[in-house]
């Protein structure tokens, strides 16, 4: 009886198709087969070709020289679980392509406009698949080689671009991907092809609002071991931003915000529960984080002054080691922090604030600290302040405070054990702290204007 209905279904779409010059294919071979086709306007093109059993297809065209191919191809696997593939399309020259192999895949593409196209490929088990495209000449690319993963694409607007690709070796991922503007591309990538390992359970996110933004997710397993875990988030909100995010290894975190122009960040990590979160405010700001290890946390924050009328800072901040904790926040034009911690529980915190500072902060060894304020939170912005701490031993401690207009200061401590604080309050000071040795305490506060410190302390002895 079913066979019945759908011959007649078919005769009666057939009669419209040739009535409006449309082109309507299927080819069907095997048990429990449905595919629908309708086709209302001109010069439309609909293929569906269907091998197996419970595979299930359905067209739907509005408007002119539409092009829908849907290709399902059951592996016969004995488990009698329906494919699902549709495609609907609302205007002028849009095309549509899926391809289905294995079972209980599901696909569906709906694109309202004109030159959109959208290419979804599930050689996996039980996927889903899902692309809304709102606008005219978007582009969206799904594969899905995994089991239970799903993908979503939502474009509105113009000539924007996604794809996503879930990658065999890999179970129970989900990447989204929202584009509203025009011009903006995303790249998610969920993979699981190293040697003897598994990439499950990890979550892209890609959130575009604004023009020619440009997002890379990558998540992956490491040779022999397990991608588990892993949360990538971006989120940009203006023009002409990047922002990457690379991620091999168990349970890490990196959030990227962009609500400006021309912001550019990169974060990469490469280990467990490692956390790296960055955002940026106004405009050029550059930010790269690198966590090479187990543990780590970076909060890097890049805001420019509304008075200022925008900003250009730089941060970089590198990570090798374990439990390692680095904070970055700058406000203002043209700040530069470079911070690298190599080695176990060392920490770094860097403020600044004004026009033109820069910090550097080398820890090499276990358990450092080092704090460097730079007229943070100050009602009156810090203009040229240069602050540089180095600590190559282990459980060393710096402090650097800086308020006012051209301050430098140094600390170098090699050994262990040190502590050095500075405090420059005023304009023109100059403060100079080496430590060689270990045990050695050294504290320096100049108030005033063009002051000068210069402190030495190579050889130390054991408290």
Known sequence: MKK?????????????????????TVTQNGTDLLSTALQIGSLNVSIQDQLGVLNEAHVT???????????????????????????????????????????????????????????????????????????????????????????????????????QDQNSGSKYNKATSNQIGNSNTSFQTQDGNATWGVSNYNLEIVYQNGNNNYAVQYQDNAAGGAGSANLANINQGGNDNYANQYQIGDAND???????????????????????????????????????????????????????????????????????????????????????QIGDDNTSTTF????????????VGNGNTSYTDQGYGSSIPAIMNVSITSQFGDDNTASTYQDGFLNMSG?????????????????????????????????????????????GQFNGLPN
């Open 411 to 455: 600390t170098l401590q090699v050994g262990f054990d040190n502590m050095a604080t500075t405090t420059q309050d005023g304009t023109g000071n100059f403060a100079l702290t080496g430590q060689f040795g270990d045990y050695h305490n050294s504290i320096v506060n100049q108030v005033g204007t063009s002051n000068v410190s210069l402190v």
């Open 352 to 363: 600044q604030s004004g026009i033109a500072n820069m910090s550097g902060t080398l820890q």
């Open 61 to 163: 065209q509005f408007g002119n020289r539409n092009y829908a191919k849907q290709d399902q191809r059951d592996s016969d696997k004995g488990y009698f679980i329906v494919n699902m593939a549709t495609i609907f399309q609302n205007g002028d020259d849009n095309k549509a392509w899926q391809t289905q192999t294995n079972e209980a895949n599901t696909a569906h593409a709906n694109q309202l406009g004109d030159f959109n196209e959208s290419t979804q490929l599930q050689t996996g088990w039980s996927t889903l698949a899902e692309v809304f495209q709102d606008g005219d000449n978007n582009k969206a690319w799904q594969t899905q080689h995994g089991t239970a993963a799903i993908a979503y694409i939502n474009q509105y607007g113009n000539y924007n671009e996604a794809t």
């Open 254 to 340: 990196a959030y990227t915000g962009q609500w400006a122009d021309d912001n550019r960040s990169r974060t990469i990590q490469l280990g467990d529960d490692n956390k790296a979160t960055t955002t940026q405010y106004v405009d050029d700001n550059h930010s790269l984080t690198y966590q090479l290890g187990n543990g780590n946390t970076s909060s890097t924050q890049q805001k420019g002054f509304w008075y200022y009328g925008g900003s250009n800072n730089m941060s970089v901040t590198a990570q090798v080691g374990d439990d390692n904790n680095a904070t970055t926040k700058q406000f203002g034009w043209s700040n530069m922090s470079g911070t690298l």
């Open 4 to 24: 019945i209905i759908l011959s007649v279904l078919t005769l009666m779409l057939g009669t419209v198709i040739v009535a409006q010059t449309n082109s309507s």
